[in-house]
């Protein structure tokens, strides 16, 4: 089993910055894609970003020019940068990381997610 712990939620005004982190750790294991996600109240889950082990990335158009993806291939960490936050940006956000164990056998694990409030 791989492990997803996520960090750097919290409280910021419109138009902050905030850096969302998540650290998978587990038994041996290769992670592929990495992505996260969030949930607004009220709303289902939404894709927000992933990047490939390679480093190619994806984003939501909601996230393009305001969000950065990135990782951490040595750490098995994943990175999300928020930029010009907006109200309708609060949501708790999911890190999402699929890949292979040692064993060959794959997984997809999610983190137990982060909270993001962005309020004047």
């Known amino acids: 089993q791989v492990q997803l712990v996520e960090s750097g939620g919290g409280f910021v005004q419109p138009g902050g910055s905030l850096t969302l982190s998540c650290a998978a750790s587990?038994?041996?294991?290769?992670?592929?894609?990495m992505a996260w996600y969030r949930q607004a109240p009220g709303k289902q889950r939404e894709f927000v970003a992933e990047?490939?082990?390679?480093?190619?990335?994806n984003y939501t158009d909601p996230a393009k020019g305001r969000f950065t993806i990135s990782r951490d291939n040595a750490k098995n960490m994943v990175f999300l940068q928020l930029e010009s936050l907006k109200p309708d940006d609060t949501a708790v956000y999911y890190c999402?990381?699929?890949?292979?164990?040692?064993?060959?056998?794959?997984?997809?694990?999610w983190g137990q997610g982060t909270q993001v409030t962005v309020s004047s």
């Open positions: 990047i490939t082990r390679g480093g190619s990335v």
């Open positions: 587990g038994s041996r294991f290769i992670t592929a894609n």
């Open positions: 999402n990381v699929r890949g292979v164990m040692a064993t060959l056998v794959p997984f997809d694990s």
